[in-house]
């Protein structure tokens, strides 16, 4: 069993700055993949940016130039540093780990508001 635990989040207003973190804990041999999607009301939680072991990243266009992903401090733990926020970057953020994404293990979501 796998413990996927996020922090950080808030609100904040346009063109601020808020930093996700998390962890994974537990059977986590079988993590590769670390990741973050966001949800909004109405619509599916969507990838915003991913890293893998091996180094590889990914970012969805939007967000390219504005946030960067990868390890926080130590193996098995991500954060998702988010710059020159907008509005449209408000949702709940879930941190996703795996062989590949979406993985198996979630985290129970955090709040990210900006207002305008």
């Known amino acids: 069993q796998v413990q996927v635990v996020e922090s950080g989040g808030g609100q904040v207003q346009a063109g601020g700055s808020l930093r996700l973190s998390c962890v994974a804990s537990?059977?986590?041999?079988?993590?590769?993949?670390m990741g973050w999607y966001r949800q909004v009301p109405g619509k599916q939680r969507e990838l915003v940016a991913s890293?893998?072991?091996?180094?590889?990243?990914y970012y969805e266009d939007s967000v390219k130039g504005r946030f960067t992903v990868g390890e926080d401090n130590g193996k098995n733990t991500a954060y998702l540093e988010m710059n020159s926020l907008k509005p449209e970057d408000t949702g709940v953020y879930y941190c996703?780990?795996?062989?590949?994404?979406?993985?198996?293990?979630w985290g129970q979501g955090t709040q990210v508001t900006v207002s305008s």
């Open positions: 996703n780990a795996g062989w590949v994404l979406p993985g198996r293990y």
């Open positions: 537990g059977h986590t041999f079988s993590i590769n993949s």
């Open positions: 890293y893998t072991v091996g180094g590889s990243t």
